[in-house]
Every structure is written in structure tokens, then in C-alpha cells.
């Protein structure tokens, strides 16, 4: 078999193809590359974006398919809330409808033809400054 290199964060995740960070549960979109330099190419580009990245070369095995045979990570991805859909969707909705609300209270003010405050440059001194 043949040993392919993948990139793992501190969080166990690994790098996708599509250059987000995926738990490895499909081997499929993983990025991948037979020769390190690329890698720590990758790894390099990857750390100068994210100075918190903690990403590391990890070397396996290729199955059949070609795909890396990697562990899953236990550590949930970031934004990936196991609770249910509904109350995400639900919460969502009422802060686009506050936010929709803010927009039109602050449009309102923006529209009246009450004449604005008037902030004079004038000093004490009788000069402009």
C-alpha cells in the first residue's frame, strides 16, 4: 500500500480538498498528497492565514480506493450543533426579523425633516480651528 500524507489540526481535523476542516469520517474529500513538500507547503500557506493553526503532516496508509486511512476526530467541528434543526431555523428567523426592524426604525430617523444638530467649528476665541 501506499503512504499518502494528509494535514491534521490540533483539533484531530483534517484538511478537505475544498480547504475546510472536515473529522474525517469521509475519507473521500480529504486532501491528500504523496510528497510531503507539498504538504508542508500547505501547511505553511494555511499557518501565515491563521496564526492559531496548530497543523501538523500525517503520514497513512492508502486503502483500495486510494483514499488515507485515517482515525475520525472525536472533537466536534466548529458550527456543527447536534441539537435540532428546527430551533436553529427558528432562531435564525427572529434575528433576520430584529434585524429587519433595526434597518427600518434607523431608515425612519434617517428620512425626517427635522433639521439636524449643527456642530459650530467657532472656538471661544473667534477663530475656526
Same mark, same amino acid.
Given at each position: 500500500?501506499?503512504?499518502?500524507?494528509?494535514?491534521?489540526?490540533?483539533?484531530? *481535523?483534517?484538511?478537505?480538498?475544498?480547504?475546510?476542516?472536515?473529522?474525517?469520517?469521509?475519507?473521500?474529500?480529504?486532501?491528500?498528497?504523496? *510528497?510531503?513538500?507539498?504538504?508542508?507547503?500547505?501547511?505553511?500557506?494555511?499557518?501565515?492565514?491563521?496564526?492559531?493553526?496548530?497543523?501538523?503532516?500525517?503520514?497513512?496508509?492508502?486503502?483500495?480506493?486510494?483514499?488515507?486511512?485515517?482515525?475520525?476526530?472525536?472533537?466536534?467541528?466548529?458550527?456543527?450543533?447536534?441539537?435540532?434543526?428546527?430551533?436553529?431555523?427558528?432562531?435564525?428567523?427572529?434575528?433576520?426579523?430584529?434585524?429587519?426592524?433595526?434597518?427600518?426604525?434607523?431608515?425612519?430617523?434617517?428620512?425626517?425633516?427635522?433639521?439636524?444638530? *449643527?456642530?459650530?467649528?467657532?472656538?471661544?476665541?473667534?477663530?475656526?480651528?
Amino acid at each position: 500500500m501506499d503512504t499518502l500524507y494528509v494535514i491534521q489540526n490540533q483539533n484531530g *481535523h483534517y484538511l478537505s480538498k475544498q480547504k475546510e476542516w472536515v473529522d474525517g469520517s469521509d475519507r473521500r474529500v480529504l486532501y491528500r498528497s504523496a *510528497h510531503k513538500d507539498e504538504v508542508i507547503n500547505q501547511i505553511f500557506e494555511l499557518s501565515s492565514k491563521d496564526i492559531g493553526l496548530r497543523a501538523t503532516r500525517l503520514d497513512c496508509e492508502a486503502d483500495e480506493q486510494g483514499n488515507p486511512i485515517v482515525r475520525v476526530s472525536d472533537i466536534p467541528l466548529p458550527g456543527v450543533d447536534d441539537t435540532d434543526s428546527d430551533s436553529d431555523e427558528q432562531t435564525a428567523d427572529a434575528s433576520e426579523a430584529a434585524a429587519e426592524s433595526d434597518t427600518a426604525k434607523n431608515d425612519a430617523e434617517l428620512e425626517t425633516d427635522a433639521p439636524q444638530p *449643527h456642530l459650530s467649528t467657532e472656538s471661544s476665541d473667534g477663530f475656526n480651528h
